[in-house]
């Protein structure tokens, strides 16, 4: 089984901000085809740049995993192979490999 037949159904991106839909609460995040709003962010007086920020990691994330579960069906399938030489091909502690599992496992919240 791949990574990507385990995932979970979330809201398809891409995402995007939009500043204008509620001007009293900050920015809102939503999905582009639909408009539905997936989050919003509470504007912070004199934070407007990290909102910002925040907002622009947010809209990254259906991208970020989905780049994460390419690199794992890679590692998986060995269609991805280490280009230095290393004591093992299937590292499961690699710094690399830790880091990945663990951000794919927090964006299932597992």
Not at 15 to 27: N, V, Y
Not at 63 to 89: E, H, N, P, Q, Y
């Amino acid at each position: 089984m791949t990574a990507t037949e385990t995932k979970q159904t979330v809201t398809p991106g891409p995402w995007k901000i939009d500043g204008d839909r509620d001007q009293d609460f900050g920015l809102c995040i939503v999905q582009e085809s639909t408009g539905g709003v997936i989050c919003q962010i509470e504007s912070t007086p004199g934070y407007g740049t990290a909102d910002e920020l925040n907002a622009q990691l947010i809209c990254a994330a259906p991208d970020m995993k989905a780049a994460l579960d390419a690199l794992m069906d890679g590692f998986v399938d060995g269609s991805i192979k280490f280009t230095k030489k290393r004591w093992a091909d299937s590292d499961p502690n690699h710094p690399a490999n830790v880091l990945m599992c663990t951000a794919i496992a927090k964006a299932e919240g597992r």
